[in-house]
């Protein structure tokens, strides 16, 4: 019963990444394709986390940790964009 329920939710989880894709490549505005990106993230991570209940391991938990990290950076990175042009700001030594 468990394992079912755990089946359909991995199923839900990826017909809302592919939702989300949609509004990453489609999004009326820049703000609305940073939060898809961002939801895309943690329904991956969520996935992988079902997908670790499913097989009965903890291999997965690093991996859930690193895709974490590297989509909190990619959330700043990408509204430090949005917000100012750059990224990485240089200051000249003029």
């Known amino acids: 019963m468990i394992e079912k329920i755990l089946v359909i939710s991995l199923t839900l989880f990826m017909v809302a990444v592919a939702l989300l894709l949609y509004r990453v490549i489609k999004g009326p505005s ?3 394709r940073a ?3 961002d939801t895309i993230g943690v329904n991956i991570i969520s996935a992988i986390a079902i997908v670790s209940i499913l097989l009965k391991t903890k291999a997965f938990l690093e991996a859930i ?3 974490g990290i ?3 950076i990619g959330t700043i990175a990408f509204s430090k964009y949005i917000e100012r042009g750059v990224i990485v700001e240089r200051k000249s030594n003029r």
């Open 30 to 32: 820049m703000p609305d």
């Open 35 to 37: 939060i898809g990106l």
């Open 65 to 67: 940790l690193i895709l």
């Open 70 to 72: 590297l989509a909190f």
